[in-house]
């Protein structure tokens, strides 16, 4: 099971267990993540700049 944690000023969080996605390296994940981000860029109102597996949103 894949866990997962934030760091927020020099802390970071209790470990949280991730019961739901797609594993990283899938051919599914990068099918979703391409129709997912495809998709968010038309639908939102701000300017976004699409990355390779990500996206950035700025006003």
Request: aromatic share 6%; proline share 2%.
């Amino acid at each position: 099971m894949k866990h997962i944690c934030v760091l927020v000023e020099g802390q970071f969080s209790n470990s949280a267990d991730v019961k739901s996605g797609v594993p990283q390296g899938s051919l599914l994940g990068t099918l979703l993540s391409l129709v997912y981000l495809n998709g968010l860029s038309g639908t939102v109102t701000s300017k976004t700049q699409l990355f390779v597996d990500d996206i950035l949103c700025t006003q």
